[in-house]
């Protein structure tokens, strides 16, 4: 069975402090897509980015990077130089291609507070 | 362009009233996700349709539980009887077959059943 696991529940950072949130999944799947969206105080899920099994290129997107190394089954992901509006609860997901790549499986998710 | 429509908003009842929670996709998508949040047991994905047709519904708590989609428009979820266990955000999310796990959610219908 997948598994998704977001073991910092929450943290706190000043502005312009980098911070990464982690994940660790568990699949026997060998094609599977992992994903983190985010949920900000006006509460729907925003999509962030989505990555499949056989491309472990890690991705930058303006202040945010994603590392995803299949050696130890994370998807971490980093804000640079973090700001106010960042502050939203994170979560990473997990899909697997015989269950339905659209049906994703969801961490705990990690608050994620950034103070002036 | 209206994203993922959901309605109501915020809605309160008394254990056994029966509840209805209502969802209006994006134009165009196939697919049809009814997720439950709460504190407890987080992010749940409850049913999914895809082409109006209910996929897996493996999520679905119990029989006090049902979800529609009589057109590619519109679906529902409704609970009858209520219970206060069933007090959450639902959220109602939908998607494009090829946008594989790219989720379009609306803003959730938060439910307390008192």
């Known amino acids: 069975a997948q598994k998704v696991t977001q073991a910092q529940t929450e943290i706190s950072v000043v502005e312009k402090e980098d911070v990464t949130l982690d994940c660790v999944y568990e699949t026997r799947d060998t094609t599977y897509y992992l994903f983190w969206y985010k949920q900000p105080p006006s509460g729907e899920l925003v999509f962030l980015i989505r990555?499949?099994?056989?491309?472990?290129q890690n991705e930058i997107s303006g202040r945010y990077s994603w590392n995803f190394q299949k050696s130890t089954s994370s998807f971490n992901f980093t804000i640079t130089a973090s700001q106010v509006v960042d502050s939203a609860v994170y979560f990473c997901?997990?899909?697997?291609?015989?269950?339905?790549?659209?049906?994703?499986?969801f961490g705990t998710g990690t608050r994620l507070t950034v103070i002036p | 362009d209206a994203g993922v429509i959901q309605s109501p908003r915020h809605e309160v009842t008394e254990m056994g009233q029966e509840v209805t929670l209502r969802c209006k996709p994006i134009s165009g998508h196939d697919y049809l996700f009814w997720y439950r949040q709460t504190m407890m047991r987080g992010l749940e994905l409850l049913i999914y349709?895809?082409?109006?047709?209910?996929?897996?519904d493996s999520g679905m708590p119990e029989d006090r539980f049902s979800a529609k989609m009589p057109n590619a428009s519109f679906s529902t979820l409704k609970i009858q009887p209520s219970e206060p266990r069933d007090s959450a955000v639902y959220f109602c999310a939908s998607s494009l077959k090829q946008s594989t796990g790219e989720l379009f959610f609306g803003e959730g219908s938060r439910l307390t059943v008192l």
């Open positions: 997901a997990l899909s697997e291609a015989r269950s339905g790549a659209n049906n994703l499986f």
């Open positions: 990555r499949n099994s056989f491309d472990e």
């Open positions: 349709f895809n082409n109006n047709v209910p996929i897996d």
